[in-house]
């Protein structure tokens, strides 16, 4: 099983993850429910009171009552929007939610009460549903048609469930900001979400696509989390989001990356982790407002020298590739602080290496270095260095002036020991700890 690198900032979280749920690479799972609020099955408390029909009080639309009867006597929203409640409730298993949300405890059950405005998840403002947030409650089927008609919505939040299937309506939401419909059961999405032009959040990480609408006119996204799908090539249009800070691809299906690409400029966490990329295109080095770039578990042989151009970064993982050496651009990443390259065939590394002073953590472990230049004495700041199972018999004295390290992990290597200087730096910060024998 492959290790997976931590998230390397909260970033991209705070941008793509809608509800506050979601990572460098989807929204956060919570491990345990709280107790559920139970919604009636069959019956609910209220029953509007009948009124005789008349040219000063006309009886409710055929429609409005096919809906639910409950919408004849709603007076804080529009009777259509009701009706598109009501709607949505039948048409995704209503009767069968969980409502576990603690936010809600207090909150009326659906179609239970003539004000919408206080159903659990419901948000109104100005007399019309302004958000819905139904996110890890067992919603299943297919949102209906009449989603199309809730023209107000800022807010669509409906996560962590079993929805198969979006209308061509949904385009008709062109009030919407924020749009999350993460780990769902989706296999493919209208091209009427293309319309969605003021969105700034985009969340489908979780599904099963393949491929994505023109989202080009998705202009105002600033936030973009597509992983953990089967996307076999970067989205249609994708170039044209430059306002996008933050992109996850992360565990799709990709072997390349378009050149537009380079057009993102203001990104500032890019997750391509767990696809099957062989290269990057020499665009990637435009994007100079990068901080966090995740490239692990891909097929990368090499890393194109335009990554120097990232001056800026301050986390890259690069581990599980195919990687055998490194581009003396690195060095020109001072603001490096964590470096992943475990897993990987790197021989040698450039003396270029110590350039990267800010360095806390260094990862090398399972590479095939027989030596280490001795500029890696330079990197006074790192904390932690892995250089467990690769073919080194020694190391530079340089390396003494690592008086900050925490950890020295040595094993799997040819050395059986290290000189008694080495040892009096590094008491019991070596592991294994046979290397310097008390």
Request: aromatic share 4%; net charge negative.
């Amino acid at each position: 099983m492959k290790m997976q690198p931590p998230p390397f900032t909260l970033l991209l979280l705070l941008t793509l993850v809608l509800s506050g749920a979601c990572t460098a690479t989807g929204p956060a799972r919570p491990e345990s429910t709280p107790t559920a609020i139970a919604i009636p099955a069959t019956s609910h408390p209220y029953t509007p009171t009948p009124q005789a029909a008349s040219s000063s009080n006309p009886a409710p639309t055929t429609e409005i009552l096919t809906s639910h009867p409950i919408c004849a006597s709603v007076t804080e929203i529009p009777n259509r929007e009701c009706a598109a409640l009501a709607a949505f409730y039948r048409s995704t298993d209503g009767e069968n939610w969980i409502m576990n949300n603690e936010e809600w405890i207090g909150k009326d059950n659906w179609l239970a009460s003539p004000t919408p405005c206080s159903w659990a998840g419901i948000t109104c403002g100005d007399g019309h549903v302004t958000e819905i947030a139904l996110g890890l409650n067992g919603l299943a089927g297919e949102l209906p048609p009449e989603i199309g008609d809730l023209t107000r919505l800022t807010r669509l939040n409906l996560t962590d469930n079993q929805l198969s299937n979006v209308p061509a309506e949904i385009g008709n939401l062109t009030s919407l900001t924020e749009l999350n419909l993460a780990f769902n059961r989706l296999n493919s999405l209208p091209e009427e979400i293309g319309s969605l032009k003021n969105l700034t959040g985009l969340s489908l990480a979780g599904n099963h696509l393949t491929s994505l609408p023109d989202i080009s006119k998705l202009t105002n996204l600033t936030g973009l989390n597509l992983a953990e799908n089967n996307l076999r090539q970067a989205p249609l249009g994708i170039g044209k989001l430059t306002k996008l800070n933050g992109l996850s691809l992360a565990a799709n299906d990709l072997t390349s990356l378009p050149a537009e690409i380079g057009n993102l400029t203001y990104l500032v966490d890019l997750n391509l982790r767990d696809n099957h990329l062989d290269s990057l295109p020499p665009e990637i080095g435009k994007l100079t407002h990068l901080t966090g770039l995740d490239l692990s578990e891909n097929n990368l042989s090499s890393l194109p020298t335009e990554i120097g151009a990232l001056s800026g970064l301050a986390y890259l993982y690069a581990s599980d590739n195919n990687l055998n050496s490194l581009p003396p651009e690195i060095g020109n990443l001072t603001n490096l602080t964590e470096l992943y390259l475990e897993r990987n065939s790197v021989s040698s590394l450039p003396p270029e290496i110590g350039n990267l002073i800010e360095m806390n953590l260094l990862f090398l472990s399972r590479n095939k270095l027989d030596a280490l230049p001795p500029e890696i004495g330079n990197l006074t700041k790192l904390i932690l260095l892995y250089l467990s199972e690769n073919n080194l018999s020694e190391l530079p004295p340089q390396i003494a002036n690592l008086t900050d390290l925490a950890e020295l992990w040595l094993d799997g290597n040819p050395i059986t020991s290290l000189p008694p200087e080495l040892c009096a730096v590094f008491t019991r910060k070596v592991f294994p700890t046979s290397l310097c024998p008390h």
